[in-house]
C-alpha cells in the first residue's frame, strides 16, 4: 500500500507559477512510476507529466517548455514545478504512484486555479 498526499495548489494569476509536493508513503518509493494527472470540470482525468523510476519524463503537449516534473527519493516526494500557467491549467491535480496493475495508487487532489 501506498498513500500519497499532495499539496501546494491554490489560486494563481495567469502567467504565475506553482509548485506541487506529492509525498508518499507506506511503500517502497524509488520502484514507482509517479505521475501528475489533471481533471477539470466536465472533462476526462488527463495525464500531464510522469517521472520514471530511473527518471526519465514524458510531458503532454500543452505543458511541455513550461511544467517539469522531478522526484526526490530520499524525501519519497514528488513534485511538479508550474510556470506560465494559464487558465486553462485549471483543475484537480493528482498525484499517481505506478509499480504494476495491482500497485496503482492515487491521493486526493489539489485544486489549482488559474484566474485574474
Known amino acids: 500500500q501506498v498513500q500519497l498526499v499532495e499539496s501546494g495548489g491554490g489560486l494563481v494569476q495567469p502567467g504565475g507559477s506553482l509548485r506541487l509536493s506529492c509525498a508518499a508513503s507506506?511503500?517502497?518509493?524509488?520502484?514507482?512510476?509517479m505521475g501528475w494527472y489533471r481533471q477539470a470540470p466536465g472533462k476526462q482525468r488527463e495525464l500531464v507529466a510522469v517521472?520514471?523510476?530511473?527518471?526519465?519524463?514524458n510531458y503532454a503537449d500543452s505543458v511541455k517548455g513550461r511544467f517539469t516534473i522531478s522526484r526526490d527519493n530520499a524525501k519519497n516526494t514528488a513534485y511538479l514545478r508550474m510556470n506560465s500557467l494559464k487558465p486553462e491549467d485549471t483543475a484537480v491535480y493528482y498525484c499517481?504512484?505506478?509499480?504494476?496493475?495491482?500497485?496503482?495508487?492515487w491521493g486526493q487532489g489539489t485544486q489549482v486555479t488559474v484566474s485574474s
Open positions: 499517481n504512484a505506478h509499480a504494476t496493475s495491482l500497485n496503482n495508487y
Open positions: 517521472i520514471a523510476p530511473g527518471g526519465s519524463t
Open positions: 507506506g511503500s517502497i518509493f524509488s520502484i514507482y512510476a
